[in-house]
């Protein structure tokens, strides 16, 4: 039987720690090298699709979600058509001595959202998520840890780092009567999710399909039944959790099962 196929940190600045929930890299705790692109930011006052329920990764609000203020959203050539939804990077402005704060600091955010690109525009005026630039749209307060208010467009050096969370992996059940839809939140380690398989007590284990972001579906009626998960990361690592949520589980509750260790 298979499914149908139908996007809080931790703060590192002079050494000082802001906020919780991410792990700095290092060459220990780093996925990747250092690599250059290029960031900018959406001004608080202007709202952001993220705190309305939106974004590309299906988030919705990011502090019930546990992800607070120090996220971003990626253009094209990092999101992945939201396999980069939960990935945490550690980024520092570089190049311009005008813009960049003193020191070089760093700050770390989670991916959360979808830049779109702008074909009209040039890239370096409006059209910074155009393809393939690598690019952080980030959030006021994350950018303000790394470069100037008055800055436009900025430099970065930019790396993979490893996510640590606080509790388990979460699961928000929604779908209906011959579905079921599940959003995965707070995952620590890679972040992102790669595979999920659900499993009921009267079925064996059903591959899930990535809806959108990180929404997976699977097209199965699990009502009335207890909830096991098979969680991937980005590395291959997985992790088997059962009995997630109780035979009496409804649409909209979210349930908390194991958690990568790091």
């Given amino acids: 039987m298979m499914c149908s196929l139908p996007l809080l940190f931790l703060l590192l600045l002079s050494g000082a720690r802001f906020g919780g929930g ?3 890299g290092g060459n220990g705790g780093g996925y990747e090298d250092w690599r250059l692109g290029t960031a900018t930011y959406v001004k608080e006052s202007q709202g952001h699709p993220l705190n309305d329920g939106g974004g590309a990764c299906g988030y919705g609000d990011l502090d019930i979600f546990r992800y607070g203020r120090y996220t971003a959203g990626l253009s094209g050539a990092l999101f992945g058509k939201g396999s ?21 600091p760093t700050v770390v955010v989670t991916a959360t959202d979808f830049c779109p690109p702008n074909f009209g525009l040039a890239d370096d005026f409006g059209g ?8 952080l749209e980030m959030t006021e307060a994350a950018f303000l840890r790394v470069a100037k208010a008055k800055a436009d ?4 050096q930019f790396r993979r780092v490893s996510c640590d969370r606080a509790g388990g992996i979460r699961f928000t059940i929604t779908g209906g009567a011959n579905f079921l839809q599940v ?13 999920v398989k659900v499993k009921g007590s009267k079925t064996g284990w059903i591959p899930m399909g990535r809806n959108w972001g990180q929404n997976w579906q699977c097209d199965a009626d699990f009502r009335g039944q207890p909830l096991s998960f098979e969680v991937t990361g980005g590395k291959g690592r997985t992790v ?8 009496d589980w409804m649409f909209a509750q979210t349930f908390a099962g194991k958690q990568f260790v790091q």
Wanted: positive net charge.
């Fill in 22 to 24: 991410v792990r700095p």
């Fill in 240 to 247: 088997t959790m059962y009995n997630v949520a109780p035979s």
């Fill in 153 to 156: 467009i900025v430099q970065v």
């Fill in 128 to 135: 910074w998520c155009n393809f393939p630039k690598e690019h």
């Fill in 183 to 195: 959003l995965i939140t707070n995952v620590a380690a890679d972040g992102e999710v790669t595979a």
């Fill in 84 to 104: 980069a939804c939960g990935r945490c990077y550690e980024l520092r402005c570089v190049n311009n001595i005008l813009w960049c704060l003193r020191g070089s």
